[in-house]
């Protein structure tokens, strides 16, 4: 049984969608005025997970993730610039320029990282309408009000029946206090309050008609629209990174509760953070590394390119609560753990079964289960396929042995887990470096033949040489063994 932590509850709880096997779930996906960043990635990643999780566990999962390109302000507050127009106009092109070239290139590098695509990804402005009408449901019900044009939601009134801060737990009398003094807070009956559309102010580019001004939907009301339109009045998961508790998710909540009457969400997940060399990420202090920079290594705190599926393995081998501090010495101590992982693998195709087992697969299955199960515990499940690996060449070695079965098993269990589940691949090698390993193996199967004819002096010279080289030759009966050192 699946047990998920809901940061509504504060407590991990059984997963039990509300018409199994169908599940429906929502996640916050990118506003796309820049190049996706690891931050980007760890969410993607650890939604994909679980989608892919689910899928195994034969649930029917309808994954929406959205697309925002529109009404996402500077600073994520109420006033300042559209992020996406204020992009366009620094480069004289088009918002939907804009939003087509990163939408495009979060696409690809999402593909690099091996994800799924999300079953519907709505746009935020292919939905202006069905957002007016969700904002007219909760004018309707009085838990907004027009100011000069603007609609804003009256966070006062709602908390008089309904709880603003459960997601976040914060408190309005906080609230007031943290409110920044912002432009455009004059229109607001409290500085809380956030506005579900606005009128648009002279050279605002990204705008449509409306019966209150000609204006654009407030950032989160998006998300409330499209998650109940493609998953229905109430759904199973919605999902995002921790930056979004507040506000956008409570906000998100208080829309739809006032809208519907009733919460939307059964179960809020919410993946953590990732900090840089131990400090928060951020474009101004310079540390903010971009997916395209990590694939090609082209940043100053990089020390090398880092391939898409190190960077999954990186971010697997933390639990997705917890944070993830990236650095050029960890991500490369996960570049080796995968190798290790691959290399396990590799070995096991190469076992013979033999008409015993020393070594139950049964035990490490359930066990990977159980990691899994245990709100989705990557690290653990993990250590559990190293302990596998462990076996794997314990067994390579003559040190135990399988079955024909047993190591059917092994090996359904390593590429369900390693490929279906944690979404990870063989990567190919660059070029190069492939047609090397190539020439190396072919000098020695050149010294295996001189060995054949007795020829030791050609052996001998040819394995010196490589040594030279730094490839280190091992002979094993019949065969050879080599690598770099
Ligand atoms: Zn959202």
């Known amino acids: ?249 409570e906000c998100e909540i208080a829309q739809s509760t006032a809208a519907l009457g009733k919460e939307s969400v059964r179960y809020w997940i919410h993946n953590n953070l990732i900090t840089i060399n131990g400090q928060k990420m951020g474009k101004s202090l310079g540390n903010a590394i971009s997916l395209n920079e990590l694939f090609s290594g082209n940043h100053k705190l990089l020390e090398k390119a880092y391939s898409p599926m190190a960077v999954r393995f990186f971010i697997l081998q933390a639990h997705y609560r917890n944070t993830l501090d990236f650095s050029n010495r960890a991500i490369q101590a996960s570049e080796k753990g995968m190798e290790r992982l691959f290399d396990g693998m590799e070995t096991l195709e190469k076992i013979k079964p033999s008409g015993e087992s020393t070594y139950d697969p049964e035990e490490l299955s359930k066990k990977c289960h159980e990691a899994l199960n245990d709100d989705l515990n990557t690290p653990v499940l993990i250590s559990y396929l190293f302990e596998g690996v462990k076996q794997i060449h314990l067994i390579a070695s003559g040190k135990g042995s399988l079955t024909t079965g047993d190591l059917e098993k092994m090996k359904k269990i390593f590429a369900t887990f390693v490929y279906d589940i944690l979404g990870l691949k063989q990567e190919e090698k660059p070029a190069q470096e492939s047609v090397a390993n190539d020439l190396i193996r072919l000098i020695l199967d050149i010294r295996m033949e001189a060995k054949k004819k007795k020829d030791f002096e050609t052996a001998d010279k040819i394995r010196n040489r490589l040594a030279g080289l730094g490839v280190f030759v091992k002979d094993i009966p019949g065969s050879y063994e080599w690598e770099w050192k």
């Open 1 to 249: 049984m699946l047990k998920i932590y809901n940061t509504l509850s504060r407590r991990k709880e059984e997963f039990r969608p509300i018409n199994p096997p169908y599940v429906g779930m929502y996640v916050c996906g990118p506003t796309v005025y820049g190049d996706a960043h690891l931050g980007h990635a760890r969410a993607a990643i650890t939604f994909d997970l679980l989608y892919r999780y689910l899928k195994y566990l034969a649930y029917k999962v309808r994954y929406v993730r959205n697309i925002t390109d529109v009404g996402h302000l500077e600073n994520d507050a109420d006033s300042g610039e559209d992020k996406i127009g204020k992009r366009a106009r620094l480069e004289q092109l088009e918002p939907m320029e804009i939003v087509q070239r990163y939408t495009n290139s979060y696409h690809h590098n999402m593909e690099q990282l091996n994800t799924l695509s999300p079953d519907i990804e709505p746009h935020a402005s292919g939905h202006i309408i069905e957002q007016q009408l969700f904002t007219e449901k909760i004018l309707e019900h009085g838990y907004a009000y027009e100011s000069n044009g603007s609609i804003y939601f009256d966070v006062e009134k709602y908390n008089r029946h309904y709880h603003y801060g459960k997601l976040s737990g914060r408190k309005i009398e906080d609230l007031i206090s943290n409110t920044r003094n912002l432009e455009g807070k004059e229109e607001k009956k409290h500085p809380y309050d956030f506005a579900l559309w606005k009128k648009a102010t002279p050279g605002h580019i990204m705008k449509w008609p409306s019966k209150w001004s000609e204006g654009y939907p407030g950032w989160h009301i998006e998300c409330s629209t499209m998650s109940t339109k493609y998953l229905g009045d109430t759904f199973d998961i919605h999902g995002g990174g921790m930056d979004l508790l507040f506000p956008h998710h």
